[in-house]
């Protein structure tokens, strides 16, 4: 199992910036998929969930609203659509999906909301 991100940097509050993930190794299209962040300091959180059609997303409170996670399965990737950026959205983004009982993490890509 593989998860890839690319992409990640900087951007200014109030801006929008898109996180794709890339899959492998795994039927992407059987498992749900999540997102989650760790800002310095603190515990990594949930920050999204989609499930295996992208029938049904979750997201956590502080992100309702602004940011979107899809997913395209023919791609095997996974995104997070952010809008609306803040400066407390800053973190380090992983994709995470856990496969036959196991956690497979991204190795994360910083997003930094500064102007």
């Known amino acids: 199992v593989q998860l890839v991100e690319p992409g990640g940097g900087l951007v200014q509050p109030g801006g929008s910036l898109r996180l794709s993930c890339a899959a492998s190794?795994?039927?992407?299209?059987?498992?749900?998929m999540y997102w989650y962040r760790q800002a310095p300091g603190k515990e990594r959180e949930l920050v999204a969930y989609i499930t295996t059609t992208g029938g049904t997303t979750r997201y956590a409170d502080s992100t309702k609203g602004r940011f979107t996670i899809s997913r395209d399965n023919a791609k095997n990737t996974v995104y997070l659509q952010m809008n609306s950026l803040k400066p407390e959205d800053t973190a380090v983004y992983y994709c995470r999906v856990v496969v036959s009982g196991r956690d497979y993490w991204g190795q994360g890509t910083q997003v930094t909301v500064s102007s």
């Open positions: 190794g795994f039927t992407f299209s059987s498992y749900g």
